[in-house]
C-alpha cells in the first residue's frame, strides 16, 4: 500500500461552464489514489480555501488545461496560486499537462498560443513536479517533465457482446462504432471512407454505424447505412454501446494518443481500435501492433484497407479486442495511473523534502 503523501495530497482542478472530462478524470483519480492508500482531498474551484486549512497538504497536484480556468485560455490566477504556494514552507506544486496551448495557425491563434505558452511556460518553472499526457508532450515541455497516460472515465458494464447487442437490437450487422466530438483533430474523412468501403465489402444493410458522444459531428455516408447518433447518454449506456460493437474508428490528425479518452473506453471495453500513427502517437501504443492497429496520417487508402481487411476476419477482430483489453490493464488503468502519481509525488516527498523546504526558506 503507498504512503499517504504527507498530511494530504489535493487535487485541484478549477471548472468554468460546467463539469467535463478532466473534472471526471481528476474524481476518478482521487477513488484510485485513496484506493492505494493516498490521502486526498478535491478542490474544484481554486486554492483559497488551503488559506483556512489548520494544516499544509504536502501536494497540490493540478489538473491543467487553460480553458478551463479562463476565457481564451488566459488564466494569469493560476500564476498568482503558484507564487502564493511557493511562500508555504512543504507545500509541492505538481501539475498534470492534459491540454498545454493552441496550435498558432492564424493571427487569433497566434494571440492565444503566446499568452498560454508563457503562462504555462512560468508555471512549469514554479512546480515541483511536472506530468502529461503524451510523450511528445513530455519532450516539449522538458524540464524533467514525465509521461503520465489517462485512463478512462466509462468503467465498463457487466454484459456481454451479445446481450449489449441484444439489448440495442443490432441483430448481425457489422457494428461500427466512432467516438468523440466536433473537433479539428478528428480525421472524420477517413472514417467516412471506411465505413463507405465497409458498405461495399459487406452491403450496407448489413452495416451499423453507432456515432456515440454528446457532440457527435454528422456523418456524411449513405443514407442505406444505419447511423445511430444518440446524443448525451449515460456512462452505462455509452458502456452498452462500446460492447456491442465490432470495431472503433479513431483517426485523428495528429495521430492516436494516450491522452485520448475515446481510445482509454475503447482498449478497456476490448473493442478493436483503428488509428492513424502521427506526430503525437506515443511508443507504447505504436509498439502494440498485436492491440491496436494504426497506419500512417496522410496516407487514407491505407486507413480504408486496413479497416475492411480487420472486419473480414473474424478471429482477428476477437484477438485486437481482447489484447487491447489486457493492454489497458496492464498499462493505462486506474490502479496502474493511481500507482504512477504516487511514485512521482512519493518519490519527491522522500528526496525533495528538505531542497522544497530550504529553497522556499531563502
Not at 38 to 52: A, F, I, K, T
Not at 71 to 83: M, S, T
Not at 139 to 166: D, K
Not at 311 to 340: H, I, K, Q
Request: aromatic share 6%; proline share 5%; hydrophobic share 45%.
Amino acid at each position: 500500500m503507498t504512503r499517504a503523501l504527507g498530511s494530504c495530497g489535493i487535487v485541484v482542478y478549477r471548472f468554468t461552464g460546467g463539469i467535463d472530462a478532466i473534472d471526471e478524470y481528476s474524481r476518478r483519480l482521487i477513488g484510485a489514489l485513496r484506493a492505494n492508500g493516498s490521502e486526498v482531498v478535491y478542490m474544484s474551484n481554486g486554492l483559497s480555501p488551503l488559506r483556512s486549512r489548520s494544516a499544509d497538504p504536502a501536494w497540490v497536484l493540478l489538473q491543467y488545461n487553460a480553458f478551463r480556468y479562463g476565457k481564451w485560455g488566459f488564466a494569469p490566477g493560476l500564476v498568482r496560486d503558484a507564487l502564493l504556494l511557493q511562500r508555504r514552507r512543504g507545500v509541492r506544486l505538481s501539475i498534470m499537462i492534459h491540454e498545454a496551448w493552441v496550435p498558432m495557425t492564424d493571427w487569433r491563434s497566434t494571440l492565444m498560443g503566446i499568452w498560454q505558452r508563457a503562462q504555462l511556460r512560468t508555471l512549469v518553472c514554479l512546480a515541483d513536479r511536472v506530468m502529461t499526457s503524451t510523450e511528445a508532450l513530455a519532450r516539449e515541455i522538458g524540464r524533467g517533465a514525465v509521461h503520465t497516460p489517462i485512463a478512462s472515465n466509462i468503467t465498463p458494464v457487466p454484459t456481454s457482446r451479445a446481450a449489449a447487442r441484444e439489448r440495442l437490437d443490432l441483430g448481425d450487422k457489422l457494428t461500427v462504432a466512432l467516438f468523440g466530438r466536433a473537433h479539428p483533430s478528428r480525421a472524420l474523412d477517413y472514417a467516412e471512407a471506411a465505413i463507405t468501403a465497409l458498405a461495399d465489402a459487406h452491403g450496407a444493410q448489413r452495416l451499423a454505424v453507432l456515432n456515440l458522444g454528446a457532440d457527435a459531428p454528422p456523418l456524411h455516408v449513405s443514407p442505406e447505412v444505419e447511423v445511430r447518433s444518440p446524443g448525451c447518454q449515460t456512462e452505462d449506456e455509452l458502456s452498452l454501446g462500446l460492447a456491442a460493437s465490432d470495431v472503433m474508428l479513431l483517426p485523428f490528425a495528429d495521430g492516436i494518443s494516450t491522452r485520448r479518452g475515446t481510445l482509454m473506453a475503447a482498449l478497456a471495453h476490448g473493442v478493436p481500435v483503428l488509428g492513424l500513427n502521427g506526430h503525437n502517437t506515443d511508443a507504447v501504443l505504436a509498439q502494440a501492433a498485436d492491440a491496436i492497429v494504426l497506419t500512417p496520417v496522410g496516407d487514407r487508402a491505407a486507413f480504408v484497407r486496413a479497416v475492411v481487411e480487420l472486419t473480414r476476419d473474424p478471429a482477428r477482430m476477437r484477438a485486437t479486442g481482447d489484447a487491447g483489453r489486457r493492454l489497458y490493464e496492464s498499462r493505462f488503468g486506474w490502479p496502474v495511473l493511481a500507482g504512477t502519481v504516487a511514485s512521482q509525488l512519493d518519490t519527491m516527498d522522500h528526496a525533495g523534502a528538505a531542497t522544497v523546504a530550504a529553497t522556499k526558506a531563502r
